[in-house]
């Protein structure tokens, strides 16, 4: 077996906790765990931290389906016509060309796990976020970066309120 940086796709691949590309992207953090290249394209699968008051602007993916899992806290998820708190433990699924959303309402930091099928919308959050700095904050975005993101997101099948 071998780790991600080194996995084809005819190899398992092993990322142990704590390891992974970390990037900060719109004052939160991202870790890819399993990217695409690791499965031929087939599935990609993150780590976040959502910071209070952080949650993506409504959305929607036009190429991949995407299922969170949230770990910690919580967060509240607008998935076409519903609206609910996810908690600790529930799972999310978003069929591609679904509107969707989520934003952190508490005040601890949620964590989660989430997956694109198929995969490549991992190369979104590592082009347009920034590598993380171990012991340094996360920065917040300002409107540049969120206009850089917003630019480059079509590219990777994303449609939202400035990109149509």
């Not at 993506?56 to 389906?65: A, F, I």
């Not at 996360?138 to 480059?152: M, R, S």
Request: glycine share 10%.
């Amino acid at each position: 077996m071998s780790t991600q940086q080194s996995a084809s796709p005819e190899q398992p691949a092993i990322v142990p906790a704590g390891e992974g590309e970390t990037i900060w992207f719109d004052g939160n953090v991202y870790t890819v765990k399993i990217s695409g290249r690791a499965t031929n394209g087939a599935l990609s699968v993150l780590e976040s931290s959502i910071l209070p008051g952080c949650g993506p602007p409504p959305h929607v993916h036009t190429e991949s389906d995407e299922v969170f899992h949230v770990l910690s806290g919580q967060l509240e998820f607008q998935v076409g016509d519903s609206r609910f708190t996810g908690r600790a433990g529930d799972y999310v699924f978003v069929p591609h060309g679904t509107p969707h959303c989520f934003k952190n309402l508490g005040v601890h930091v949620a964590h989660t796990i989430f997956a694109y099928t198929p995969a490549g919308f991992e190369e979104f959050f590592l082009e347009s976020g920034q590598p993380a700095v171990p012991s340094a904050p996360v920065p917040q975005w300002g409107p540049e970066e969120f206009a850089k993101a917003v630019a480059i997101a079509p590219r990777f099948g994303w449609e939202g309120p400035s990109t149509k």
